[in-house]
């Protein structure tokens, strides 16, 4: 097989990385940006289906448009045609990332229905023929994010990790639970572990699933012994994590004045990016993703999911500037 696994190879993250996961529908630049400013240090685009890559008109595909001030930025591919994988990371390498990754985890159901994401993971023959093609065609390190396989069985999971380390994966993120249970229920630390004892240093084996704050990142570091873990519910409408992961004893709860003026800034670089009839349509989740949880009136959010335009904008801002109740 092309590109055997070394041992003790360096690794693309750093020790203690916490890497921003790719969230279809909201890591766009705008969003990476917010992360930035909170300290995140490593982040995805938006996942990419490789036939919308191998159809492209554009110099730049405009989900995978890379920032200046970007300085670690990853790609994530999605599907199982082999002929598309292959035009795709060609296409790829006239990009500039810092990983390509290849999405075995995905359980929606228009990517299953392709036989991609956590359907292609299932496979796992027809996974590692796709993967092949990144060691063989890509001129970037190469990586996977996978679910774990079967609830009561580690094996096939280790049987796919293994694949994928032999193919020269520098990286794999596992998602500790298994496709029918989409984002609930518990996280399998034990089999995250045994894929780290699998790994045995040849591969970087970052843990995702529940980082929701501090008290679940130091769980899933402690009983999976990754020490890479990837973030990603927990960052929507939340870019703070980011800081309180990094510095736990310091971080205070956000001010009103703080959350008003870092939605401001997120939703002007949103309507930069896609204009402003897009670009407030787009807003409404993500104001409702940073009103979650803080103690707004559900009256903020209801005017949230109103807004179109400039004025509109102000009035929420406003309005929910002064109906904080916790
Ligand atoms: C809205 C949404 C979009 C997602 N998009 C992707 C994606 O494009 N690629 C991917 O590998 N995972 C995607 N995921 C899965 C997450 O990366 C992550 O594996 C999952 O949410 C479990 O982590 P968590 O419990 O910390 O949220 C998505 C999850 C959500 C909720």
Redesign the pocket.
């Known amino acids: 097989m092309a590109n055997s696994a070394e041992k003790n190879i360096e690794f693309i993250y750093p020790d203690n990385a916490v890497i921003m996961?790719?969230?279809?529908?909201?890591t766009d630049i705008a969003f990476r940006r917010s992360l930035y400013r909170q300290g995140c240090e490593f982040a995805f685009c938006?996942?990419v289906d490789v036939s919308s890559l191998v159809y492209c008109k554009e110099k730049i595909h405009p989900m995978l448009i890379r920032g200046e001030d970007e300085k670690f930025l990853g790609c994530?591919l999605v599907g199982s045609d082999l002929e598309h994988t292959k035009i795709a990371l060609e296409k790829l390498n006239d990009y500039n990332f810092d990983v390509v990754d290849l999405?075995l985890?995905?359980p929606v159901p228009k990517v299953a229905k392709k036989c991609a994401g956590a359907e292609l993971g299932r496979k796992i023959d027809q996974a590692l023929e796709v993967f092949s093609l990144f060691g063989k065609y890509s001129k970037f390190p190469i990586s996977a994010?996978i679910r774990i396989l079967n609830k009561e069985d580690v094996t096939p999971t280790l049987q796919l990790v293994a694949g994928l380390i032999e193919l020269g994966a520098r990286a794999i993120t596992i998602?500790g639970?298994v496709k029918e249970a989409y984002?609930s229920g518990d996280?399998d630390f034990e089999q995250i572990r045994e894929c780290v004892k699998l790994a045995d240093n040849r591969c970087q084996i970052i843990a995702?699933?529940?980082?929701?704050n501090y008290q679940k990142y130091a769980e899933i570091r402690e009983k999976t012994s990754c020490k890479a873990v990837?973030?990603?519910?927990?960052a929507m409408g939340n870019p703070y994590i980011f800081s309180e992961l990094k510095n736990p004893q310091e971080f205070q709860e956000i001010t009103t004045e703080q959350l008003i003026a870092d939605m401001r800034q997120h939703i002007e670089e949103l309507i930069e990016l896609y204009g402003e009839e897009s670009g407030f349509k787009i807003s409404r989740k993500i104001l409702h993703d940073y009103l979650k949880g803080r103690g707004f009136r559900s009256s903020c959010r209801a005017l949230a999911s109103q807004v179109a335009n400039r004025n509109d904008f102000e009035e929420f801002l406003d309005y929910t500037s002064k109906n904080r109740v916790i």
């Open positions: 996961a790719p969230l279809s529908g909201f938006e996942m994530q999405n985890g995905c994010k998602h639970r984002y996280v995702n699933g529940g980082i929701m990837m973030v990603a519910r927990g």
